[in-house]
């Protein structure tokens, strides 16, 4: 991978490099020239998504014009949620897709997502392409008169996708009506879930549906889980959903407030399938950043747990290569690979209704298949991330293995989108990880802030 791509496309500070109009024009007319080469997909529509931050605008119209630049059409869905892109550009036979968002990011930054015709991010080698004649500011040739491309909008096409995932949730039992509580962190989702969860017959009270531009994930949304805690706590819901700014992903809730993360997640739905004869290989993939309860409770199922660096991009790729149909992050973000070419944290809620009317079970009961190791996070701004190349910093996180060895587990590592270095540790006793993790994070601060 180059500088400018990370692990979910090119993210930034909006307005700043590389997330500059010109520079964001640039990129679009030569992704759109290269899935021309390798695609030849000419007279297919590029899809182009977007968020609700401030900066999705101008960037939206960047994007546009580089495509159209090339002769291609720009089709533009307005605000839709990453996977909509996705879905719709494999379906309805796009060139490709374009998502411009910085996911769970404060609305300051923004990012720029590429999806290829088969609803797939585009492969690494699309990527260093772009990349080398973006720095190596190669000319192209463009076309002029009738050959440049069009720009038009399609309000419709995201109602394809919708009734996509109201398949997959199938119909209601004739049972009481769930009553589900939702956040959609003033993002991509905010125009389309309560509409959506309501015409399917279910009681909603949501939250986080009045983007202003620049409350994008502020105190909402699946990093900031105080929110959907308090509306759950002022009546009865059967479950809560928060989705982050691009709704790749969700975190879901108890009735009695208990967090239901990605490993969770993926449990529940792995032994459903598995259940159900519909878990190839009896397997699911993860990433390293996932909880040892996870493995321990497939262990019991006899479900094995691949694991990943972390990134959705790396989960997909073990995924295609083992053959498995599920796989995520603890953070929410679930693939589901019978339905989907990325995350999609609405399909994910549905999945979990799924089970739940299918079963009869609460979210708490499905929960009860694993058990979770406490586990420390923290997150350290940073000024230089290569925490390696310090002796200090290495010395310590060498110590602290070897404290935790054979009773937990400790990874440390570098953001892939944001300059952090981020400190896990999990084991039985919350205190000592905590303590642990503290120290670590305070040599990491002495010299890399």
Not at 152 to 162: E, G, I, P
């Amino acid at each position: 991978m180059g500088k400018l791509f990370g692990t979910d496309g090119v993210r930034g500070v909006a307005n700043h490099y590389p997330l500059t109009g010109e520079t964001v024009y640039k990129i679009a007319q030569l992704a759109t020239r290269h899935l021309l080469l390798n695609h030849k997909k000419h007279g297919r529509p590029m899809f182009i998504g977007k968020d609700t931050r401030l900066s999705g605008d101008f960037l939206e119209h960047a994007v546009a014009a580089g495509v159209a630049s090339v002769g291609a059409e720009a089709r533009l869905l307005g605000v839709v949620p990453t996977p909509a892109v996705a879905f719709v550009t494999r379906e309805l036979q796009g060139m490709g897709g374009v998502v411009i968002s910085a996911s769970h990011n404060p609305y300051q930054d923004n990012g720029v997502k590429i999806f290829g015709p088969d609803g797939f991010k585009i492969s690494d080698a699309i990527e260093d392409a772009i990349e080398a004649d973006l720095i190596g500011n190669n000319k192209i040739e463009l076309p002029h008169g009738k050959d440049v491309g069009r720009i038009t909008n399609d309000n419709s096409s995201v109602a394809f996708w919708l009734s996509h995932l109201a398949k997959v949730l199938g119909e209601a039992p004739a049972t009481r009506r769930l009553k589900v509580a939702i956040d959609c962190s003033n993002g991509a989702l905010a125009p389309w879930a309560p509409k959506f969860f309501s015409d399917l017959g279910f009681s909603v009270d949501a939250i986080g549906i009045n983007p202003n531009g620049t409350n994008i994930n502020e105190k909402v949304g699946s990093t900031s889980l105080r929110a959907i805690s308090q509306v759950m706590t002022r009546e009865h819901f059967d479950v809560g959903f928060a989705f982050d700014g691009d709704a790749d992903r969700v975190i879901a809730m108890t009735t009695n407030g208990d967090v239901i993360d990605g490993d969770f997640i993926l449990a529940i739905a792995a032994r459903f399938l598995k259940q159900q004869e519909k878990l190839p290989g009896n397997a699911l993939v993860t990433t390293v950043m996932s909880n040892m309860g996870l493995d321990l409770a497939m262990k019991s199922h006899d479900i094995k747990v691949f694991k990943t660096r972390v990134g959705d991009r790396f989960v997909l790729e073990e995924m295609l290569k083992t053959q498995t149909v599920i796989g995520g992050e603890q953070s929410g973000h679930i693939i589901l690979s019978d339905y989907s070419t990325t995350g999609d944290g609405l399909l994910t809620a549905c999945f979990l209704l799924k089970i739940m009317r299918g079963s009869g079970s609460t979210l708490k009961e499905l929960s009860e298949v694993m058990a979770k190791f406490p586990q420390v996070l923290v997150n350290i701004r940073v000024k230089n991330k290569n925490f390696e190349t310090v002796p200090q910093i290495v010395d310590e996180i060498r110590s602290t293995e070897r404290r935790l060895s054979g009773r937990g587990r400790l990874l440390v590592r570098p953001s892939g989108t944001e300059n952090l270095v981020r400190v896990m540790a999990e084991g039985p006793d919350e205190r000592e990880i905590k303590h642990l993790v503290e120290g670590i994070a305070k040599v990491i601060s002495a010299h890399l802030c």
